[in-house]
Nanobody, 121 residues
C-alpha cells in the first residue's frame, strides 16, 4: 500500500506565498517522478509542476517563474514553493507519484487526497 500525504495549503492574499509538501510512504521500490496537479471548480485537473528522479522539471506555463518544485529522493518527498500567488491559482492541489512497489511490479500512478489553496484578491 502506498500513501501520499500533502500539507501546506491554506488561504493567502494575492502576491503571497505558500509551500506545499507531500510525503510518499508504504511499500515503495522506486519513484520515477513526483508532481503537483490542481483542479479548480468546474475545470479539469491540470499539471502544475513535475520532477523526475534525476531532477528534470517541467512547469505549466501559467506558473513558470513563480513556482518551484523540489524533491528529496531519500525521503520520498516533493515540495512546491509558490510565490506571487494569484486568484487564478485557487484550486485543490493534488500530489502525484509514478512509482514501482517492487522490482517486478508495474509502474503505477498514485494520488494524494488534495489540499485546498485559496488566493484572495
Amino acid at each position: 500500500q502506498v500513501q501520499l500525504v500533502e500539507s501546506g495549503g491554506g488561504l493567502v492574499q494575492a502576491g503571497g506565498s505558500l509551500r506545499l509538501s507531500c510525503a510518499a510512504s508504504g511499500s515503495i521500490f522506486s519513484i520515477n517522478a513526483m508532481g503537483w496537479y490542481r483542479q479548480a471548480p468546474g475545470k479539469q485537473r491540470e499539471l502544475v509542476a513535475r520532477i523526475t528522479s534525476d531532477g528534470n522539471t517541467n512547469y505549466a506555463d501559467s506558473v513558470k517563474g513563480r513556482f518551484t518544485i523540489s524533491r528529496d529522493n531519500a525521503k520520498n518527498t516533493v515540495n512546491l514553493q509558490m510565490n506571487g500567488l494569484k486568484p487564478g491559482d485557487t484550486a485543490v492541489y493534488y500530489c502525484n507519484a509514478v512509482l514501482q512497489q517492487s522490482w517486478y511490479s508495474s509502474i503505477r500512478t498514485y494520488w494524494g487526497q488534495g489540499t485546498q489553496v485559496t488566493v484572495s484578491s
